[in-house]
C-alpha cells in the first residue's frame, strides 16, 4: 500500500503532500488546477518517461516521492537489495527528480538506480488506468495470468502438472543437442583419454613406485664404493686385513679384553659392571660384522641392473610430464579418464534414451496443453458474461469482451496466446483493449475487469484517472459504488470531476488552483465534513454555497454511506 506521496515544482503544483491510506481515495478540483498530476507522478515514480516540460516554471527541478510499505514483497525487496538500496521497516522510499533541462534521476531505498527498475519495481505495486495509460491488462502476458487467477482450480491444478513436466523437456532437448552439437569435440576428447590412458598402462606405474626406484637407483650407481666400504669396515672388525688393529682386529680385541675384565670382576661390583659392557659391546660387534657379511653378499655389481632401474626411472618421468606433476597426479589422471571414456563412449545410449524421454514428454505436455485451453476458454467465456454485465451497468450497454485464446507453440504456460479483445458497440468488431476504446471506455472497461478479478488480483494499489469520462447520472453512481466495492480488496486512488463518484470515496483530497495575475499555482488540501459538502456542491453546480447543491451533495453522501 502506498503511503505517502510528496510532489515539489511538478507542473502547477508547487508543493504538495497527500498521505494515503488504505479504502478509497478520491481527488477532485477545478480544470486546470492540476489534479491530474497525482497520476503524471505516479508516472514518474513509475519509471515512465520524463519531460522538461513538466517542471514548474521557474523552478530548477521537479521531485516526487513516495513511501510504500512493501511487507511481504519479496521480489521487490530482493531488487532493492540487490541495487544497493534499504528498505526500513517495510518501508520503500521511491523518488524521482527531473530538472528544468530534462535530466531525470531515479532513486530507490535511498540509492540511485536505473528508471528502469522503478518499472520493475511498481509493477507489482500499482496499477493505473488513464485516458493514456497502458495498463498492464494491455499486456498479453497480464491478459493470460489475469484469466488464470480468474479460472482458479481448474487452471492452477493443470499448470501444477503442466510447468515441471515442460521443464524438464527444455532441459532434455538443450542435453540432447549439446550431445549432439559436441560430437566431433567428444570424439577428440575420447581418442585424447584413450591415447592417455594405453601411455599409461604400457608402463603401468604403481603407487610409490617413483621413491623406491630412485633409492634403488643411489644403490646401484654407488655398487662399487658400498661394497668396498662394507669389506673395509667387515675385516677391521675382524681382523682379515693388515689395517686391523692388533693382530686380529677389533671383535677379537674386544673380546679379549672382555675375558680379562670377567676374570676379576668378582672382586669388585664396579669393574663387573664395566665387564658387563665390554660384553654387551663384544656381542654387538660380532652382529655388526655378521649384517656387514650379509649386506655385501646383496650389493648388486650388475652394470645392466641398474640400466633396467634408469629406463624405469625414465618411463615414468615421462608419464608425470604429461599427466602430473607427480605420479599420484598420473594415476588419478588416469582413474578419472577412465570414467569419461565410459562416459563419452556411452553418450550414444544417452542420446537415444533421452530422445525416448523427450518424446514421451511432448506427448503428456500436448495433452496438458489441450486440456489447459479447454478450461481457458471456459474461464474466457464466463469472464466476458461478468465483465459484460459491469459494462452494462456503466451505461456500456453495447460494449462487449472477448478473451481469445489460440493456439500457439508450447511455452512455459502451455500452448495459448490469450488475448482481451473489446467491441464498444453492437456492431463493431472485437479489437484489441488499446485499439478497441477510447480513453473514458477503456478506463471502464479496466474498472469492469478490476471488479471482476478483485479476489484474484494481488496488485495492492488501483488508480483511475478519469474513468467516469462521457458518463453521468445512474451510471456515475454505479462507477463510484464500484470503485468502493473494489477498494475493500485493495487501495483505489481516483481523480473524478463527478460528484456522484466522489461521494463514494472515503478519503477526500482536493487541488486548490491559486492565480495572483502573474503566476499559476496549486496545493492539495483534504476535506472532511462541510469542506466536503462545500466541494460537491461546487462539483454539482459550480457554487459551493448554493444552498440545493449542498442539500443534493449531502444526499450524495447519505446514499454513500457517508452522511
Given at each position: 500500500?502506498?503511503?505517502?506521496?510528496?510532489?515539489?515544482?511538478?507542473?502547477?503544483?508547487?508543493?504538495?503532500?497527500?498521505?494515503?491510506?488504505?479504502?478509497?481515495?478520491?481527488?477532485?478540483?477545478?480544470?486546470?488546477?492540476?489534479?491530474?498530476?497525482?497520476?503524471?507522478?505516479?508516472?514518474?515514480?513509475?519509471?515512465?518517461?520524463?519531460?522538461?516540460?513538466?517542471?514548474?516554471?521557474?523552478?530548477?527541478?521537479a521531485r516526487v516521492e513516495a513511501i510504500i510499505d512493501v511487507a511481504g514483497r519479496s521480489q521487490v525487496l530482493g531488487a532493492v537489495d540487490d541495487a544497493g538500496g534499504v528498505v526500513d521497516d517495510d518501508e520503500l522510499v521511491l523518488a524521482r527528480a527531473v530538472s528544468a533541462q530534462g535530466r531525470s534521476r531515479a532513486y530507490a531505498g535511498g540509492t540511485s538506480v536505473p528508471a528502469g527498475l522503478l518499472t520493475q519495481l511498481t509493477d507489482e505495486l500499482v496499477a493505473v488506468h488513464g485516458q493514456s495509460d497502458?495498463?498492464?491488462?494491455?499486456?498479453?502476458?497480464?491478459?493470460?495470468?489475469?484469466?488464470?487467477?480468474?479460472?482458479?482450480?481448474?487452471v492452477t491444478d493443470l499448470l501444477a502438472q503442466y510447468t515441471p513436466a515442460y521443464q524438464r523437456w527444455c532441459e532434455v532437448a538443450a542435453r540432447i543437442d549439446l550431445l549432439r552439437s559436441a560430437s566431433q569435440e567428444r570424439a577428440r576428447e575420447l581418442d585424447a583419454a584413450q591415447?592417455?590412458?594405453?601411455?599409461?598402462?604400457?608402463?603401468?606405474?604403481?603407487?610409490?613406485e617413483d621413491a623406491e626406484l630412485e633409492a634403488v637407483e643411489s644403490r646401484l650407481a654407488y655398487a662399487e664404493s658400498l661394497a668396498r666400504a662394507a669389506q673395509q669396515a667387515h675385516d677391521l672388525l675382524v681382523g682379515d686385513v693388515e689395517q686391523a688393529v692388533g693382530p686380529e682386529g677389533a671383535g677379537p680385541m674386544v673380546a679379549q679384553a672382555t675375558a680379562e675384565l670377567e676374570a676379576q670382576a668378582h672382586h669388585d661390583p664396579e669393574?663387573?659392571?664395566?665387564?658387563?659392557?665390554?660384553?654387551?659391546l663384544s656381542v654387538s660387534l660380532t652382529d655388526l660384522a655378521g649384517d656387514l657379511a650379509g649386506y655385501l653378499s646383496g650389493v648388486d655389481l650388475d652394470p645392466a641392473g641398474l640400466a633396467t632401474v634408469q629406463e624405469r626411472r625414465a618411463q615414468l618421468t615421462q608419464l608425470q610430464r604429461k599427466y602430473g606433476p607427480d605420479l599420484d597426479d598420473v594415476l588419478a589422471w588416469a582413474d578419472a579418464a577412465r570414467h569419461r571414456v565410459l562416459e563419452l563412449a556411452g553418450d550414444d545410449d544417452?542420446?537415444?534414451?533421452?530422445?525416448i524421454e523427450r518424446d514421451q514428454l511432448h506427448a503428456q505436455l500436448l495433452q496438458l496443453a489441450a486440456d489447459l485451453s479447454d478450461a481457458r476458454r471456459e474461464a474466457g467465456e464466463r469472464l466476458a458474461v461478468q465483465v459484460g454485465a459491469e459494462l452494462e451497468a456503466l451505461s456500456m450497454k453495447?460494449?462487449?469482451?472477448?478473451?481469445?485464446?489460440?493456439?500457439?507453440?508450447?511455452?512455459s504456460t502451455g500452448g495459448d496466446t490469450v488475448e482481451l479483445l473489446f467491441a464498444a458497440n453492437s456492431g463493431a468488431p472485437p479489437r484489441p483493449l488499446a485499439k478497441g476504446a477510447s480513453g473514458g471506455e477503456l478506463s471502464r472497461l479496466m474498472l469492469s475487469l478490476?471488479?471482476?478479478?478483485a479476489d484474484r488480483s494481488d496488485v495492492p494499489t488501483l488508480v483511475f484517472d478519469e474513468v467516469d469520462a462521457g458518463i453521468g447520472g445512474r451510471a456515475a453512481v454505479e462507477v463510484g459504488r464500484r470503485l468502493a466495492a473494489l477498494a475493500t480488496n485493495a487501495q483505489v486512488l481516483a481523480v473524478t470531476h463527478l460528484p456522484q463518484v466522489a461521494a463514494f470515496a472515503r478519503h477526500h483530497f482536493r487541488v486548490l488552483k491559486d492565480d495572483d495575475g502573474n503566476v499559476t499555482s496549486s496545493s492539495v488540501v483534504r476535506l472532511d465534513g462541510q469542506d466536503r459538502v462545500d466541494e460537491l456542491a461546487r462539483m454539482l453546480a459550480g457554487l459551493e454555497d448554493s444552498s440545493a447543491a449542498q442539500q443534493h451533495a449531502r444526499e450524495l453522501l447519505e446514499l454513500a454511506g457517508h452522511a
Open positions: 500500500m502506498w503511503r505517502h506521496l510528496e510532489l515539489r515544482s511538478l507542473g502547477v503544483i508547487e508543493h504538495a503532500e497527500l498521505p494515503l491510506e488504505a479504502g478509497f481515495t478520491v481527488i477532485t478540483g477545478e480544470t486546470g488546477a492540476g489534479k491530474t498530476m497525482v497520476v503524471t507522478a505516479l508516472g514518474l515514480l513509475r519509471g515512465e518517461r520524463s519531460d522538461a516540460a513538466l517542471v514548474r516554471h521557474g523552478a530548477d527541478q497502458q495498463h498492464r491488462l494491455a499486456r498479453p502476458a497480464h491478459q493470460r495470468a489475469a484469466l488464470d487467477a480468474f479460472a482458479g482450480a481448474p591415447h592417455g590412458l594405453t601411455e599409461i598402462d604400457d608402463v603401468a606405474p604403481v603407487p610409490g669393574l663387573a659392571t664395566l665387564a658387563e659392557r665390554a660384553r654387551g544417452t542420446v537415444a534414451g533421452l530422445e453495447s460494449a462487449r469482451l472477448v478473451v481469445d485464446v489460440r493456439q500457439a507453440e508450447l511455452g478490476e471488479v471482476v478479478l
